[in-house]
């Protein structure tokens, strides 16, 4: 019903800045909520950022880890959800994955494949 696919990772300094993008495939898009979630090599999957359908103020939630330093942001007319990462850090290497939740309460139903970022020192 929704196929996501993430996209805008790679490697990038300490301090450095990258922009991941998750377009969505199905025609429902407006309705999900939105998150990025991430894993490190030997770490559980962990939350990272969500947003609401309607992406206005108020309708993000970010994980205290990277709160001031990440902004999650969604476009409606293209299908796709973003997360803008300032001030990267060495523990910010991860698999970056989409999920999209059609309740806006959980469970998320559809995930991408990830993206791989890396932050070199």
């Known amino acids: 019903q929704l196929q ?8 990038v300094q300490a301090g450095g800045s990258l922009r991941l993008s998750c377009v969505a495939s199905g025609r429902t898009f407006l309705l ?4 990025w979630f991430r894993q490190a090599p030997g770490k559980e999957r962990e939350f990272v950022a969500s947003l609401l359908p309607s992406g206005g ?8 880890s990277v709160k001031g330093r990440f902004t999650i942001s969604r476009d409606n007319a293209k299908n796709t ?8 850090q060495a523990e910010d290497t991860a698999v970056y994955y989409c999920a999209a939740d059609a309740k ?12 791989q970022v890396t932050v070199s020192s």
């Open 4 to 11: 996501l696919v993430e996209s805008g990772g790679g490697l």
């Open 32 to 35: 999900y909520r939105m998150a």
């Open 57 to 64: 103020s108020g309708s993000a939630s970010v994980d205290s």
């Open 81 to 88: 959800v973003y997360l803008q990462m300032n001030s990267l």
């Open 104 to 115: 806006s309460g959980g469970p998320y139903d559809f995930w991408g494949q990830g993206t």
